[in-house]
């Protein structure tokens, strides 16, 4: 006799397709695999300048690698 395979929830299948991810690409990779899939929205340029307009070099390093 058959037996009947159990149907996944949409939770079940994100979390397993992402533990497949991670386990042929790597925690990373397979952020950077997913991230292909969506576009986002705005304008990346116009907003990078509004967020680094008058900031140099030396304060946005500061700003992601704090002392």
Known sequence: ???RRRTLTMEQIRVKGFEAL???LGPADAVR???QYDL???DYTRERARL????SAREIFGAIHPE
């Open 33 to 35: 695999f997913i991230q």
């Open 22 to 24: 991670v386990a042929a």
């Open 1 to 3: 006799m058959a037996m």
């Open 52 to 55: 680094l307009r008058n900031k």
């Open 40 to 42: 986002g929205s705005g």
